[in-house]
């Protein structure tokens, strides 16, 4: 299985940039995903990486290590809307099963 | 065209009783997976569905149960309900399992409640 760590809570100001931290450890690594959850709410998809580097889409970037089991979402020109949870989600192709464990997610707080 | 739909949104059941709750992927999608989130954690896997075969099964007891469709619809059963399986459930689709990314859309989820 995966054992994927990530910090319980954030806080941040409103036009600022933040870096949501997550590692990981797995034996057969097929790719990590990052999902936005808002309260009560359905979690949606961010972002997905595979390979390393950084894959920029929009204000949202993810960048993904693979040789140090790390990856870090960031997000730029924080707006109050990204207060959310965000979670950090690893596909393990052992077993043939290909499906993703979710981290227990960070809260993030954009304040004024 | 229709998202991932869950029913019922929400349901409050008493302990030892069974709950069925049902999704429907998006049109086209052929799996579907199950998930369990506890406040303040992530979502847990439970199962995962593709063309009516079970794919994957998380750590949970033989309570709960799962199946999937013709119509690619799925239902998770959770039987003897007990007051720690009161949890956001999420079914989550793809257009299919197995290693290529496809993605997955998840529904808003039905949130169960049991007293």
């Known amino acids: 299985g995966q054992n994927i760590d990530q910090p319980t809570e954030m806080t941040a100001t409103e036009g600022a940039i933040v870096q949501i931290n997550c590692t990981y450890q797995?034996?057969?690594?097929?790719?990590l995903f990052w999902y936005q959850q808002h309260a009560g709410e359905a979690p949606t998809f961010l972002s997905y990486?595979?390979?390393?580097g950084l894959e920029e889409k929009g204000r949202f970037s993810s960048f993904l290590s693979r040789s140090k089991g790390y990856s870090y979402l960031l997000l730029k020109e924080l707006q109050m809307k990204d207060s959310a949870s965000y979670l950090c989600?690893?596909?393990?192709?052992?077993?043939?099963?290909?499906?993703?464990?979710f981290g227990r997610g960070t809260s993030l707080i954009v304040h004024p | 065209d229709a998202g991932v739909t869950q029913s019922p949104t929400h349901l409050i059941k008493t302990r030892g009783q069974h709950v069925t709750l049902r999704c429907s992927p998006i049109?086209?999608?052929?799996?579907v997976s199950w998930y369990q989130q506890v406040l303040g954690q992530g979502p847990q896997f439970i199962f995962q569905?593709?063309?009516?075969?079970?794919?994957g099964r998380g750590n949970f007891p033989d309570r709960f149960s799962a199946r999937q469709f013709p119509n690619y619809s799925s239902e998770l059963n959770v039987n003897a309900l007990l007051l720690g399986d009161s949890a956001l459930y999420l079914c989550?689709?793809?257009?299919?399992?197995?290693?290529?990314?496809?993605?997955?859309?998840f529904g808003s989820g039905t949130r169960l409640t049991v007293v």
């Open positions: 797995t034996s057969g690594f097929n790719g």
């Open positions: 989550a689709s793809s257009l299919a399992g197995g290693e290529i990314n496809y993605g997955y859309t």
């Open positions: 990486n595979v390979l390393d």
């Open positions: 569905y593709y063309e009516k075969e079970e794919r």
């Open positions: 049109s086209g999608h052929k799996s």
């Open positions: 989600a690893v596909r393990d192709k052992s077993g043939g099963s290909y499906i993703p464990t």
